[in-house]
C-alpha cells in the first residue's frame, strides 16, 4: 500500500466505504461504473493499493476510503509473462509475478485457473492459443493435438499438465455444481454492499 494511503488512513479514520463504483473483469480491467479505466497513473494506482479483506472479499484504499470491488470471475487475472521464455511464467492483472501456484484447475467451460496464496487467478481467455504449447504428460512430454483434445475434455483421466516454471503441474478437473466463489474462499458479489 502506498505510503500516502496510510498516511491518509491514519488522519481520516472513519470515511465510509464506497459500493458498487468499482469492478475488476474477466480480462483485468479496471472499470468505474462500467467504464473502462485507461489511465495507466489510475490503473497503477489501484493495483497497487487492491488488497483482499477480512470478510474475503476485495477492495481498492483510495486514500482514507476503501472501494469496494466488485468480481466478473476471480480477484486476480493471469497473464503470460512477456517476453514468452521456454519456462512458463504468470504475472497477474497488477503486474505482479505470480511465483507460488498451489494448482492449477479446468473448468468445464475450458478456463483456466490458478490457485494462489493470494487467491485464484483466472488466466485471460486471450492467453490460452499460446498456452496450448505448455500442457504435458505428467514427464513434461508435449501432448499432441489429438491427445490433447481429449485431455481437455477429461483432464484428470488423462493426466494433463501444465509446465510452469519447468515443473508439470497436474490440471485438477474443476465441476460447475460448486461455484468459483465457494471452492476458493473468496467473494465476488455482482455489487458489494455494506453488510
Do not use: K
Not at 466488485?70 to 514468452?84: D, G, N, Q, S, V
Not at 504468470?90 to 490457485?115: M, P, R
Amino acid at each position: 500500500m502506498d505510503e500516502r494511503v496510510e498516511r491518509a488512513l491514519r488522519q481520516w479514520p472513519q470515511v465510509p466505504d464506497v459500493h458498487g463504483w468499482l469492478s475488476l473483469d474477466r480480462r483485468g480491467n479496471w472499470r468505474l461504473r462500467g467504464e473502462t479505466i485507461s489511465n495507466p497513473n489510475l490503473i497503477g494506482f489501484i493495483a497497487r493499493n487492491y488488497l483482499r479483506l477480512d470478510s474475503g472479499s476485495y477492495a481498492f484504499q483510495n486514500g482514507p476510503q476503501r472501494v469496494h470491488v466488485a468480481l466478473e470471475a476471480t480477484p486476480w487475472i493471469a497473464r503470460l509473462h512477456r517476453p514468452l521464455q521456454a519456462q512458463l511464467r504468470f504475472v497477474d492483472h497488477t503486474g505482479a509475478a505470480l511465483d507460488a501456484i498451489e494448482a492449477v484447475y479446468l473448468d468445464e467451460d475450458a478456463q483456466l485457473l490458478l490457485a494462489t496464496p493470494g487467491g485464484p487467478a483466472l488466466v485471460d481467455d486471450r492467453e490460452l492459443l499460446e498456452l496450448l504449447g505448455f500442457f504435458c504428460d505428467a514427464q513434461g512430454s508435449a501432448l499432441d493435438d489429438a491427445t490433447l483434445n481429449t485431455a481437455f475434455a477429461a483432464p484428470e483421466a488423462q493426466q494433463l499438465h501444465l509446465a510452469i516454471h519447468g515443473q508439470a503441474r497436474p490440471v485438477q478437473s474443476l465441476s460447475g455444481t460448486i461455484s468459483l466463489e465457494q471452492h476458493f474462499g473468496f467473494r465476488a458479489v455482482a455489487s458489494p454492499r455494506p453488510d
